[in-house]
């Protein structure tokens, strides 16, 4: 009898407006128990204001601790608010093989990207049970280097129009890259090389219409590049299906499309990465935590994908140089560095937080954590 054999864990967690008790059968490996089933869904729309789980700042820590014999390493940081923030093994990326039951059950409390919940079991599985492990960290540090693993995280900031920072960008070991990343034509600013290409569904699909006047033709595909999916929604694990099938996506806003002729034949499974809720949830709790989250609003609230690509940057490097984003100076450039003939607005999207994303890179520079291209 299941009764006699297992222990019962009761988790009494009370949201905004009710409480909810999760009795988790946890079984004795010799013996064999029910098996778990996913909790019934939570809604955001029952929260007023973020809910917070005793478990919303734990997250799995188990990337692959890595050797670093680069002095300048950033993750040697002396900076104590930063040392205190940073998980340097946080876990990055979400496959087939670091999903369970119990994994699902604890994600599910929090609200995407930070987790799955308002989704149902089978509609992000189908997709997530595809998702082959990386064969390999996201990067190594080159041969014959000096043991340190360079970066440069490239935005699509205005500031970087008539920079000539392009050289000093591809000279980078690596350079990262996200959304409408238009390099062609303005290579002098920007340089011309791409090794991590970060993405949603939205940004890989609406980039295309949005930037093609700008010259923007396809995403990055250089021989051997990376590519990093953010699964901000559901529509993200529709093409997620789509793409790791090779096939066409079956629901959802691209449904009927082809993710695979994206990538410009650069997708490969073993360069294709997806981020993990657990690191998504921590950026967000830990350094970019915006006050919006305690407004009725708080679940559409989000760091950006620059930002994302930021801190992927700052936990897969050693030093970080970061170009095109937001400075205290931003009203004097266009929204973007291909809007170079006429002066555009920044456009301030309401589901992220720009003022705390500039104020949080100023703060990096300011601690010598990363290098923020600031022009004035
Ligand atoms: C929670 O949200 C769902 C979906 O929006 C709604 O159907 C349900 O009535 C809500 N429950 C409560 C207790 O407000
Ligand atoms: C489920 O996955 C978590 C996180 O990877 C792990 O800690 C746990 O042991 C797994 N549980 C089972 C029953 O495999
Ligand atoms: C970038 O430009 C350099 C120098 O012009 C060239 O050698 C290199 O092949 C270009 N790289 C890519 C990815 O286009
Ligand atoms: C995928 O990439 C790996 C590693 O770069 C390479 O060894 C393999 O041949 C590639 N596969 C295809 C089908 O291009
Ligand atoms: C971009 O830089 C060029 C100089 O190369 C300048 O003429 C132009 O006004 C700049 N565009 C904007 C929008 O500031
Ligand atoms: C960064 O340093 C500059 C110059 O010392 C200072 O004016 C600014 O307030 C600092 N920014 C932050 C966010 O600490």
């Known amino acids: 009898m299941v009764r006699h054999t297992a222990r019962i864990f009761t988790w009494l967690i009370v949201g905004s407006l009710g409480i909810v008790v999760f009795i ?6 010799s013996v064999k128990v029910s098996p778990e089933t996913p909790m019934p869904i939570l809604w955001k729309t029952n929260f007023s204001k973020l809910p917070l789980w005793d478990f919303e700042d734990v997250y799995n820590q188990d990337a692959t601790p890595r050797n670093t014999m680069c002095q300048q390493s950033l993750r040697n940081s002396k900076d104590e608010n930063f040392k205190k923030a940073f998980l340097p093994n946080i ?5 087939k093989g670091n999903i369970n039951m119990s994994e699902w059950n604890r994600l599910s409390h929090f609200n995407n990207p930070f987790g799955f919940m308002g989704y149902s079991y089978n509609d992000v599985m189908s997709s997530v049970k595809l998702i082959p492990k990386p ?17 440069a995280v490239v935005g699509n900031g205005g500031i970087l129009n008539d920079s000539k920072k392009g050289k000093e960008i591809d000279e980078h070991d690596y350079v990262f890259r996200m959304n409408g990343a238009v390099t062609k034509g303005y290579e002098e600013d920007v340089g011309n090389k791409t090794s991590v290409y970060v993405h949603t569904a939205y940004s890989i699909t609406t980039s295309l219409d949005l930037f093609k006047k700008y010259g923007y033709k396809s995403v990055p ?25 090779g096939e066409k996506v079956q629901l959802g806003p691209y449904r009927e499309k082809w993710p695979r002729t994206y990538y410009m034949g650069q997708y490969n499974e073993t360069r294709f990465y997806v981020l993990h809720q657990d690191f998504l949830r921590y950026v967000r709790n ?26 992927l940057a700052l936990h897969t490097c050693d030093t970080v140089d970061v170009y095109g984003f937001m400075t205290r100076d931003y009203a004097k450039y266009s929204n973007y560095y291909f809007q170079r003939n006429v ?21 990096l520079h300011n601690s010598t954590i990363i290098c923020l291209y600031q022009r004035s």
């Open 91 to 95: 876990r990055l990326f979400l496959h």
């Open 221 to 245: 595909h250089d021989e051997g590049i990376k590519y990093v999916l953010i699964p901000e929604g559901m529509r993200d694990f529709q093409w997620l299906g789509g793409l790791l099938r």
């Open 24 to 29: 988790l059968f946890q079984g004795d490996p």
């Open 135 to 151: 064969k390999e960290p996201l990067l190594s540090p080159k041969p014959g280097g000096d043991g340190c693993i360079h970066c």
């Open 343 to 363: 002066k555009s607005h920044v456009t301030f999207f309401t589901n992220h937080d720009y003022m705390l994303e500039m104020r949080n890179w100023e703060k």
């Open 286 to 311: 830990r350094f970019l935590k915006s006050p919006r989250l305690n407004k009725h609003s708080w679940g559409i609230y989000r760091p950006t994908n620059g930002a994302f690509t930021i801190f």
